[in-house]
């Protein structure tokens, strides 16, 4: 699976960005996440979405403002997620993965094998 995100930008605190994440290849049994990465720190799990559900998944910090969403078609997946009310600590690369990962188990990023390259978000205060 190739993972291709796009939509990374520089925003205002309070602002919002839709992030995207073109797929192709076989991609029908996966989880599709999206993982960030601020300077200095650990890659943490931000949200994830099981298609045959779908069944969504979010960390804490993002929930009730971050979006993850789905489409297909015979050609290509895209996911993606729609954040809102965003403020400095949402600043990082974000990145797209892929992966046939169970819904226990969506945060652990050592279970993913594919990765986009990623997409930078920053927030300005």
């Known amino acids: 699976v190739q993972l291709v995100e796009s939509g990374g930008e520089l925003v205002q605190a309070g602002g919002s960005l839709r992030l995207s994440c073109e797929a192709s290849g076989r991609t029908f049994r996966h989880t599709m996440s999206w993982f960030r990465q601020a300077p200095g720190k650990q890659r943490e799990f931000v949200a994830a979405?099981?298609?045959?559900?779908?069944?969504?998944?979010?960390a804490d910090s993002v929930k009730g403002r971050f979006t993850i969403s789905i489409s297909s078609d015979n050609a290509k997946t895209t996911v993606y997620l729609q954040m809102n009310s965003l403020n400095s600590d949402d600043t990082a690369v974000y990145y797209c993965?892929?992966?046939?990962?169970?819904?226990?188990?969506?945060?652990?990023?050592?279970?993913?094998?594919?990765w986009g390259q990623g997409t930078q978000v920053t927030v300005s205060s």
């Open positions: 993965a892929a992966g046939v990962v169970g819904r226990q188990v969506v945060s652990l990023a050592r279970l993913y094998d594919s």
């Open positions: 979405i099981i298609p045959s559900g779908p069944s969504m998944y979010y």
